[in-house]
């Protein structure tokens, strides 16, 4: 049974950092696509960043890029969110998933993703 188990999540200022990690197990994590997602009160789901199963170029949405980065230590099974320069509307729960099957290509939405976390908060104060 597949696990997946987030942390890191919390309250920050305005222009303050949070690392949020993803701890995957029952499944061949480094055989998967991963992606961070996030849902605001009173909004949908909307993918934040992607990353394919070989760590090639991820994606990121317009609202995030150049401010969080995200990668992956298949050695850990672990997910990694870097999140920068944090903005009041970054506020939300962020799940981490995985891909229905192994081998895939980074998706820009959350269509391909089986595998879901309970999610972490993070709230940030301006």
């Known amino acids: 049974q597949v696990h997946l188990v987030e942390s890191g999540g919390g309250l920050v200022q305005a222009g303050g950092s949070l690392r949020l990690s993803c701890a995957a197990s029952?499944?061949?994590?480094?055989?998967?696509?991963m992606g961070w997602f996030r849902q605001a009160p009173g909004k949908e789901r909307e993918i934040v960043a992607a990353?394919?199963?070989?760590?090639?170029?991820?994606y990121y949405a317009d609202s995030t890029k150049g401010r969080f980065t995200i990668s992956r230590d298949d050695a850990k099974s672990t997910l990694y969110l870097q999140m920068n320069n944090l903005k009041p509307e970054d506020t939300a729960v962020y799940s981490c998933a995985a891909d229905s099957l192994p081998f895939g290509v980074v998706s820009t939405t959350q269509l391909p993703f089986k595998f879901w976390g309970q999610g972490t908060q993070v709230t940030v104060s301006s």
């Open positions: 029952g499944l061949s994590f480094k055989d998967y696509a």
């Open positions: 990353i394919s199963w070989n760590g090639g170029t991820p």
